[in-house]
DNA sequence: ACTTAGTAAATTCTC
DNA sequence: TTTACTAAGT
């Protein structure tokens, strides 16, 4: 059956050995619920793969298989290494995030649940916009009530699955009863609107298999052998439509550890793994307990911290790796300090113990810390990279760009008319638009419908009503194509009309061009995905993106030190791991220090992050840093005491640096063993003002951004005089792309220089 | 309707 | 330091 051929028996069994016998029980039982609880650097994904390898070679059929994971980065890994032991056969295999793959099943039966399949997925932002909306439209301050706070309770309700009814009865301050009325009309709102937002995603996953009872057969049928990677992470709602999943065949088995439960504050119930045993009692436990990945003194320090939290599943990590060096704790006298002791620690490492850049990682909690390091790396001439800063879907433009998008698709989604409806500006103001909000809700139609007859709602001017007009028409002119045209070719056609691009480049400034360089850089991509996938449409375009926010890829390439907050390492392992801004108040966090949970989480997170290293492990802190726009004095966090003190050496307290210590002979051999201050001061004269800024996105967008330079495109020649309509006449110094994305470099006879898209730019050769 | 200036607040992590 | 909201002025 399919490509089978790739998976010989002999694969299956040379694989087999390379288990050890708990990796291999938990690979080969494949019915009924089993439970592998999964240490650091146990061999998870290794298991898990192979699990999924060896159902297909027992002659599961690939599509029977539903692998659901946390993150994209897991899901792609989790793919990739399948592919590499069974080759094709891996595409009916639905691996996915819970959200994906739920988004995937609710599109095709988007109508039982009275949606239609062209919904919009709303991200944090849109439901921002949608609470602050409803509260303007209540008549309630956000001076009193932060709508941002607002959102969050909401949503912690839905990750519980509490409905707006049940947070309505249980509502007794005056905070609640009014959470509770916006939370109504925000579920009203959404339904409106044709979205869903990230819960809804789940939420209505299982509105569908509770009330369609042919559907719940149905998915149950198709999958039969489930599995959840990261299951202390799950919230209830996972729970609950994983549960019902499984229900029929019960081959549901969930890897986890809950010592890496670092999710709590986004709905993650930790009691979900740990009730599991109780949940599905014949389950079979498996656990994976030696450590492949940390030498004995990283584990023993990793340990000695987890030991503090309580109501842990047993597990007792071991390792047949080396001792290893000791742990190397510094401390500094501020954060500037900080980041250049970092720098010289890793570029010491890299000469001294003959490591790559990109086996080195730094690691911090907020990813305001990044930037310092950064500037120091940047100063030394050390290749770096962050990953999943901010993205390039968070960016303005983009944000825009995919608004005018989701209406193209969904015309019902208010969230993004109101965003883009006056951008550019068409003299539709907020008046106009309050009106016609309201005027929506009245007579409960969407605001697009209203939109259409404008002009016969009260209290509208005549001219806003022909610029409403307008919009209307410049989005049903552009709907007409969308299903027979390739969406590149539809996308870019739309977005010339719209003006955005044209705004950013009249306004003619080095950031406005960036931005309409970005434009350019979506659609371009567009086309890419087009191009790999034809039958991509423009609505699934959308819908990747949407649930993309991690910039997994190309953040891996290169010979690079990686730096990341300790979120984003989980899953990652580095032969040298730097853990920066070991303080009190920043990690673990202030509102830590109050309350135990929050403390157990921020120490789950430091062992999440001790246990990404191999080899090295560095901890700083500094004395001062700079936060909120002011210096503030901090201790070093309680943390650094919880490590068993054997395995620590550095200047923290008046432990005496051992000479054994590799690392710390490099790092003490151009400075003095008492004051490591002394060497890691600023040279004179050198300021960080000076040194020019890193781009502060990591976008995620492959290849082929940079085209190559070309003599000659879509009919325009270097040298060629040109006129355009705002700059006058010019002469074409250099041509780059193909088709939409192609770009001229034009010089103008008024001394301006620019670059411009030929798509947008009406050039006339002259 | 749009611009500007002033003030307040918020600064963790993610699909 | 940066962002975001409000109010007043054009």
């Not at 599905?280 to 307990?289: F, G, I, S, W």
Request: glycine letters at 6%.
């Amino acid at each position: 059956m399919l490509s089978q051929s790739a998976l010989t028996k002999n694969t299956v069994e040379s694989l087999l050995e390379g288990l050890n016998e708990h990796q291999r029980k938990a690979a080969v039982t494949t019915e009924g619920p089993v439970l592998i609880i999964a240490g650091a650097g146990s061999g998870k994904t290794r298991v898990l793969t192979f699990r999924i390898a060896y159902l297909l070679q027992q002659g599961i059929h690939p599509s029977s298989i539903l692998a659901l994971t946390f993150t994209n980065k897991a899901a792609k890994e989790m793919r990739e290494r399948i592919t590499h032991l069974v080759g094709d056969t891996v595409y009916g295999v639905m691996a996915g995030t819970f959200h994906s793959v739920f988004a995937r099943i609710l599109r095709q039966y988007a109508d039982l649940i009275g949606y239609n399949r062209s919904f919009s997925i709303y991200d944090t932002d849109d439901q921002l916009s949608a609470v602050k909306a409803i509260m303007v439209q209540l008549g309630i301050s956000q001076q009193v009530l932060p709508a941002n706070g607002v959102r969050g309770r909401i949503s912690s309700a839905k990750n519980a699955m509490i409905s707006w009814q049940q947070y309505s009865n249980g509502a007794n301050s005056v905070i609640e009863k009014q959470t509770a009325q916006i939370f109504q009309e925000y579920e009203a709102r959404l339904k409106r609107s044709n979205a869903m937002d990230f819960d809804d995603l789940l939420l209505n996953m299982i509105r569908l298999l509770q009330q369609q009872p042919d559907v719940l057969d149905q998915l149950q049928e198709r999958f039969r052998y489930i599995m959840v990677d990261e299951y202390q992470d799950t919230n209830k709602a996972q729970y609950k439509a994983v549960e019902l999943l499984a229900r029929k065949y019960r081959n549901l088995c969930v890897v986890g550890d809950d010592a890496q439960s670092i999710y709590r504050w986004r709905g993650a119930d930790i009691q979900n793994i740990l009730d599991f045993e109780r949940d599905y009692p014949k389950a079979t436990t498996v656990r994976l307990e030696q450590n492949y990945r940390s030498t004995k003194t990283i584990l023993a320090a990793a340990d000695s911290v987890i030991k503090n939290n309580s109501g842990r599943l047993k597990k007792e990590l071991w390792t047949d790796n080396a001792e290893g060096e000791k742990i190397l704790v510094l401390g500094c006298r501020d954060d500037r300090e900080e980041a250049e002791t970092i720098m010289k620690v890793v570029r010491t490492a890299m000469r001294e113990s003959n490591l790559q850049a990109s086996d080195v990682a730094v690691l911090y909690r907020t990813n305001a810390q990044s930037q310092l390091i950064e500037d120091a790396m940047r100063r030394a001439n050390v290749a770096y990279h962050i990953v999943s800063g901010v993205s390039f879907y968070k960016r303005k433009e983009i944000k825009d760009t995919l608004a005018y998008l989701r209406v193209l698709v969904n015309p019902s989604d208010t969230e993004s008319i109101l965003r883009i409806i006056n951008e550019p500006s068409r003299g539709i103001g907020n008046t106009t638009m309050q009106r016609l909000q309201d005027y929506a809700v009245e007579t409960n139609t969407t605001l697009f419908e209203t939109l259409k007859i404008a002009e016969n709602v009260v209290g509208i001017q005549k001219r806003s009503a022909t610029s409403v007009q307008n919009f209307v028409e410049l989005i049903t002119r552009n709907q007409v194509d969308i299903d027979t045209e390739p969406p590149a070719l539809v996308a870019q056609r739309f977005m010339a009309q719209t003006g955005l691009a044209d705004m950013y480049r009249l306004q003619n400034t080095d950031e406005s061009q960036d931005r309409w360089n970005n434009i350019d850089r979506l659609l371009s991509h567009i086309q890419e995905q087009y191009e790999f996938d034809e039958t991509l449409t423009l609505s699934q375009y959308i819908e990747q993106i949407s649930l993309l926010s991690d910039a997994d890829d190309e953040a891996t390439g290169g010979n690079r030190v990686s730096m990341m907050t300790m979120h984003a390492a989980k899953g990652l392992e580095y032969p040298m791991v730097v853990i920066a801004g070991m303080e009190q108040g920043l990690f673990p966090l202030a509102k830590a220090e109050q309350d135990i949970d929050e403390r157990e989480e921020e120490r789950r997170l430091f062992y999440v992050g001790i246990t990404r290293a191999k080899q090295h492990l560095v901890l700083t802190y500094a004395e001062r840093r700079f936060r909120f726009g002011e210096m503030n004095f901090s201790r070093p966090s309680m943390f650094i005491g919880e490590i068993d003190p054997a395995c620590v050496v550095g200047n923290h307290s008046n432990r005496t640096p051992h000479s054994e210590a590799h690392a710390v002979q490099n790092v003490w051999e151009r400075g003095s063993p008492k004051r490591q201050s002394e060497f890691s001061q600023m040279p004179e004269g050198e300021t960080y003002s000076q040194l020019p800024s890193a781009p502060r996105y990591n976008a995620p967008i492959p290849k082929s951004i940079r085209p190559a330079n070309k003599d000659s495109v879509n009919g325009y020649t270097v040298g060629q005089q040109v006129n355009h309509p705002m700059f006058g006449i010019g002469t074409i110094m250099a041509l780059s792309g193909s088709e939409q994305s192609a770009k001229a470099t034009v010089m103008f006879n008024n001394g301006q220089r620019k670059q411009l898209m030929l798509a947008f730019a009406k050039l006339e050769v002259v």
